[in-house]
């Protein structure tokens, strides 16, 4: 495969409703596409990396500009040396440290263009067992209690097999409290975004009484040990979002006793080839994984509903269908049957951008070209 050239464009999206978490409220999905053009085919990605760096340190500017000083040419070194591929990218890039977010969103757009080539979904080059994928819904802090109540009435009218409540100091035992109380047994668990301390073990120990199905990412992205200590205290299952950068991060974190499950998400992790290495690892070790969002449009939904049809993927994820995000996507639309969302089965990621709302969306575009 021949690099011929790579596109940064920007897009901003309004959401069908804010969005908030303990680290901000989103209206607009602002983020950046990248768009490849190579001899045998195009491939797309959505970088998921955010307008700030609050959930993680990377941010879309920052992203971007690792991108056009280092990823893309060292993408194009490997084009004029002959040996372009998707799998030849992150050894090509190891040296560079961090920045996972811009790394995925490079390889997983050479990716597209490598299996629309080859005429292969990316289902089946990942390992997918499965034509359709169990879905749950990630529900957004709220003003008061009412307003929640109604929003996961519509998602379990919609047929969400899951409710995932984001908390904060504040917005916790209550809204957990309440959901339970009035929606009684369904799967429900809760995300706090790094938003508490080792000092509030004893607060998050009264989440016990509602028979969550794990808390995700309590703490600090850098205190897995502190996890570790967390899991001994409580009985509600702990789960790392923020904290898994690798298999290797996984390993050491099952390995030490910080999670007993593991939210996959391909973008944080560095792309799809190291998300099915986590995927690998915690299924050796006995742990369930699912799949996380970072409210992608269709470019980046499409891959993740993919992955998540692997067979180590038994919790339902936050692969939620697009009317949960937006009125118009940039794909064609995802739909929930029967709390499923279908695994695209076309070539590469599946879907394409429409030319159309993709121009009615786009805020910039950059072309680095040699
Ligand atoms: O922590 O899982 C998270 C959205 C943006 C950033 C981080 C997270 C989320 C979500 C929503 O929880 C997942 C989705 O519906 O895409
Ligand atoms: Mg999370």
Redesign the pocket.
């Known amino acids: 495969m021949k690099l011929e050239a790579v596109e940064l464009r920007r897009v901003a999206l309004p959401l069908v409703s804010p969005?908030r978490?303990s680290f901000g409220v989103?209206t607009d999905h602002d983020c950046f596409l990248v768009h490849v053009v190579t001899d045998g085919a195009e491939g797309w990605s959505e970088c998921v990396a955010?307008e700030r760096p609050a959930?993680s340190s990377e941010y879309a500017d920052g992203a971007c500009d690792v991108l056009r000083r280092w990823l893309v040419p060292a993408a194009r070194g490997l084009s004029d040396a002959g040996t372009l591929a998707a799998e030849a990218f992150g050894p090509a890039v190891e040296w560079v440290k961090g920045h996972r977010m811009a790394k995925a969103a490079l390889e997983t757009a050479l990716l597209d263009a490598q299996l629309r080539i080859e005429g292969r979904s990316i289902a089946d080059r990942l390992g997918a067992v499965k034509d359709r994928v169990p879905t749950g819904?990630?529900v957004g802090i709220m003003d008061a209690v009412p307003a929640l109540l109604d929003a996961v009435a519509g998602y379990l009218d919609a047929g969400y097999l899951r409710i995932?409540l984001?908390i904060e100091p504040g917005w916790d035992v209550e809204p957990v409290r309440a959901v339970r109380e009035r929606f009684g047994d369904i799967l429900l668990q809760v995300?706090a975004?790094t938003a508490y301390t080792r000092h509030d073990t004893e607060h998050l120990a009264q989440l016990d009484a509602y028979d969550l199905l794990l808390i995700?990412?309590p703490l600090e992205e850098e205190d897995v040990p502190g996890h570790a200590l967390l899991a001994q205290r409580i009985s509600t299952p702990v789960c790392l979002?923020?904290s898994i950068v690798s298999a290797q991060a996984a390993r050491d974190a099952i390995l030490s006793g910080a999670c007993e499950i593991v939210?996959i998400?391909p973008g944080r992790v560095g792309g799809y080839l190291e998300s099915v290495r986590i995927h690998d690892v915690c299924r050796d070790l006995g742990k369930a994984v699912w799949c996380?969002?970072?409210?992608?449009t269709g470019i980046g939904r499409a891959p993740n509903l993919a992955l998540a049809a692997l067979p180590g993927f038994t919790l339902p994820g936050?692969?939620?269908a697009t009317a949960?995000?937006y009125h118009r996507d940039i794909t064609r639309e995802f739909v929930i049957e029967d709390g499923h969302v279908a695994v695209p089965t076309g070539p590469g990621i599946g879907v394409e951008p429409d030319p159309d709302v993709l121009a009615a969306v786009t805020v910039s575009s950059e072309w680095l070209r040699d």
């Open positions: 969005f978490t989103e955010m959930y819904v990630s995932k984001k995300d975004n995700e990412q979002d923020e939210n998400k996380g969002g970072m409210l992608e936050d692969t939620s949960r995000y």
